[in-house]
């Protein structure tokens, strides 16, 4: 199973971006995907999560900012980032949580990352 990001980049302060996750391979069912970021010198950092059952959770440094959605035909969830500010500069993480890769099997994995800089 392989998550694939796209979507980072620079942008100004008060502007947005769009990141998108799809996962591809061998798999029967998702349970949850979601985001984290690590800021440079921070700890990882959860910012969102959607489960399968279309719930949204968000980090309170995001809330009213950034809407996470799913598309479960397409295995993907997207990450919309309004009014960002310099603070959510970072590298931004895909997970997917519980992926049923055989009966009674489930791993999470994770992308590799995709780099958010916002900056004047």
């Known amino acids: 199973v392989q998550l694939v990001e796209s979507g980072g980049g620079l942008v100004q302060p008060g502007g947005s971006l769009r990141l998108s996750c799809a996962a591809s391979g061998s798999f029967f069912s998702i349970s949850a995907m979601g985001w984290h970021r690590r800021a440079p010198g921070k700890q990882r950092e959860w910012v969102a999560t959607?489960?399968?059952?279309?719930?949204?959770n968000y980090a309170d440094s995001v809330k009213g900012r950034f809407t996470i959605s799913r598309d479960n035909a397409k295995n993907t969830v997207y990450l919309q980032m309004n009014s960002l500010k310099p603070e959510d500069t970072a590298v931004y993480y895909c997970y997917a949580e519980r992926v049923r890769v055989a009966l009674g099997v489930e791993y999470d994995y994770w992308g590799q990352g995709t780099q958010v800089t916002v900056s004047s």
């Open positions: 959607a489960t399968n059952g279309n719930n949204t």
